[in-house]
């Protein structure tokens, strides 16, 4: 099992930025590769970024690429993701997850509870 705390998550001006912060505890953290999903009201839950365990690889969501960084600090088994120049349509609930490959897509193993990120126009 993997236990996932997010943070971060708030209230945000159009072209302002936010850190979220993810906190894993269980299996050994290094041994997986996490990813941020959103979701916002009235629709699916989309994949946005995911960063490979030893921190060296990340890919994107085309919505995001170029405004939104993933990083991760195995000591501290913490994933981030770094969001800059926020959109309105950047509000979602942005969960954590623990992922893995599905041979077309990444699906989440384990789910953070979420946290909500409101970006004003």
């Known amino acids: 099992q993997v236990q996932l705390v997010e943070s971060g998550g708030g209230l945000v001006q159009a072209g302002g930025s936010l850190r979220l912060s993810c906190a894993a505890s269980g299996r050994t953290f290094s041994n997986y590769a996490m990813g941020w999903f959103r979701q916002a009201p009235g629709k699916e839950r989309e994949f946005v970024t995911t960063?490979?365990?030893?921190?060296?690889?990340?890919v994107y969501a085309d919505s995001v690429k170029g405004r939104f960084t993933i990083s991760r600090d195995n000591a501290k088994s913490t994933v981030y993701l770094q969001m800059n120049n926020l959109k309105p349509e950047d509000t979602a609930v942005y969960y954590c997850?623990?992922?893995?490959?599905?041979?077309?897509?990444?699906?989440?193993?384990?789910w953070g509870q979420g946290t909500q990120v409101t970006v004003s126009s």
């Open positions: 997850a623990a992922v893995s490959w599905a041979g077309s897509r990444w699906l989440a193993d384990y």
């Open positions: 960063i490979m365990g030893n921190g060296v690889s990340a």
